[in-house]
């Protein structure tokens, strides 16, 4: 004999009788400009109820960026100047690439502690067909991309076919490939790149203009997507969130781009060249995070990445191809480490065999930091980001005190540790919550 199961302590049944609910009751008209998901308020007061549930998103590091900036605006003046806004920008960009590459990885609970040398094997490679091949350079990083994208081939067969552990097989290559990278350009070798177009990713920036026109269409993709996304729901009968949220977002694009766009359209230059413009790297990351951003939110790829890296059993029996996806993700991993490994070569402009030795370790960090969870099934790119950014300025700002880089690793790491206990006691916290329910 069966009894009705009680929906207070079921939360799968009380959650399917709220869906029966929504979907059987009546709803007004809708039109693109209305709200049906409650008033700003009521947005407001569902977030903090989210985040006391524990799903904190990158509140944290958003929380760490704030009093970061604060602390060393307090402690040097040359923190917030348009120079070093500048150099920040430049600073990030290698690490948010690295971390938004093992992001793909990390939300499926896997690591890929090779990525930094995959990177600089894929540039060591690059180097020596431009340098003693003779290649184009388009043509030799399209081959450094396909070498990449193999080594991200074989650890994903061995992790998904085998079942060897992620963190074996990225440790084995980590040692590997560096053995591999000294083969190829010697114990001391270090060959300068030649190629302009390459060594000004990093170091010339955009004229003035098209940095305004970058923000305008940031500004406009913003506002199309969002408008876009409330026109759907309101084609199918969902209801949409009040438009005033989408005005606010969009502002904060315009006049938080705006006022870093006009920082550095000014003359950052101390000496009679002068120096204007965003850099050149600044939309290059923008757009590999935004196609990113799009394929995890809006795509059946990211869907089922994320539903695998929630529960894998539960996506194997629901169809979904767990072999095929672990083997894509840690392709796009093992091939973004490679665009990393080429933003880290155009700063310092040459290819050392020590190439991708030490920043791996600093990308799970940014990943962690900014919210991207190690347990699998939660993070988004833009947390990566914010995460290097955080790193970032950690580095930058006590560079400008003259502190040692010890005690930089001392911060970095009390940071990362910090941050992998707010993830453990948020997902603990979230797990109390749904039984609760």
């Known amino acids: 004999m069966t009894t009705a199961p ?20 009546t709803t007004p008209p809708h039109t693109i400009a209305t709200g049906h998901e409650g008033t700003v308020r009521d947005q407001i007061d569902s977030y903090l109820q989210r985040v006391r549930g ?16 604060l602390v060393f605006f307090i402690l040097t003046p040359f923190f917030l100047t348009k120079t070093n806004i500048a150099n920040l920008m430049t600073q990030t960009a290698a690490l948010m690439m690295l971390a938004v590459a093992l992001t793909f990885v990390i939300i499926l609970a896997e690591i890929d502690l ?33 070498v990449g994208a193999a080594i991200g081939l074989f650890i994903g067969f061995m ?17 590997g490939l560096q053995g591999v990278i000294l083969v190829l350009l010697g114990n001391a070798g ?33 506002l199309f997507t969002g408008l876009y996304d409330r026109s759907r729901r309101v084609a199918t009968g969902m209801a949409v969130r009040p438009m005033s949220l989408l005005w606010a977002r969009v502002a904060a694009w315009a006049v938080g781009g705006g006022l870093v766009v006009f920082m550095l359209s000014l003359n950052r230059s101390t000496s009679v060249i002068p120096i204007r413009g965003v850099p050149i790297v600044v939309p290059i990351a923008l757009v590999i995070l935004w196609v990113g ?6 795509t059946r790829f990211g869907l089922h990445l994320y539903a695998v890296g929630g529960n894998p059993e539960a996506a ?40 991708g030795r030490d920043i791996v370790l600093s990308g799970v960090a940014a990943a962690v930091v900014g919210g991207v969870s190690l347990f699998g099934g939660r993070g988004r790119l833009a947390q990566a980001a914010v995460g290097a950014l955080l790193i970032s300025m950690i580095t930058n700002g006590l560079g400008l005190l003259g502190l040692s880089a010890g005690i930089t690793l001392a911060i970095t790491g009390a940071v990362l540790a910090l941050a992998a206990t707010v993830d ?12 609760a329910r």
């Not at 963190?167 to 040692?175: P, S």
């Not at 060594?199 to 010339?204: D, G, P, R, T, W």
């Open 293 to 298: 951003t799009v394929m995890l939110d809006r």
């Open 159 to 175: 992790v998904a076919k085998i079942g060897v552990p992620s963190f074996v097989i990225t440790l084995a290559l980590f040692l």
């Open 54 to 69: 524990g799903e904190m998103g990158m509140l944290p590091a958003l929380a760490g960026v704030v009093i970061i900036t």
């Open 6 to 25: 009680d929906k207070s302590t079921n939360p799968s049944v009380h959650r399917a009788e709220e869906t029966v609910e929504a979907a059987t009751s």
């Open 316 to 355: 194997r029996r629901a169809g979904i191809n767990v072999a095929r996806l672990r083997i894509a993700a840690f392709i796009l991993c093992s091939s973004l480490a490679v665009v990393s490994g080429l933003f880290t070569a155009s700063q310092v402009g040459t290819v050392e065999s020590s190439a």
């Open 424 to 435: 453990a006691l948020s997902r603990r916290r979230a797990g109390a919550t749904s039984l």
């Open 114 to 146: 090779s990525a930094g040398v995959t990177g600089g094997l894929g540039m060591a490679i690059f180097i020596l067909l431009t340098n003693v091949g003779a290649w184009g350079w388009i043509t030799a990083l399209l081959v450094a991309l396909v």
């Open 190 to 222: 270090a060959y300068r790149i030649e190629a302009p177009t390459v060594l000004a990713i990093m170091n010339k920036s955009m004229p003035v203009w098209a940095g305004w026109a970058m923000l305008a269409i940031i500004v406009g993709i913003s």
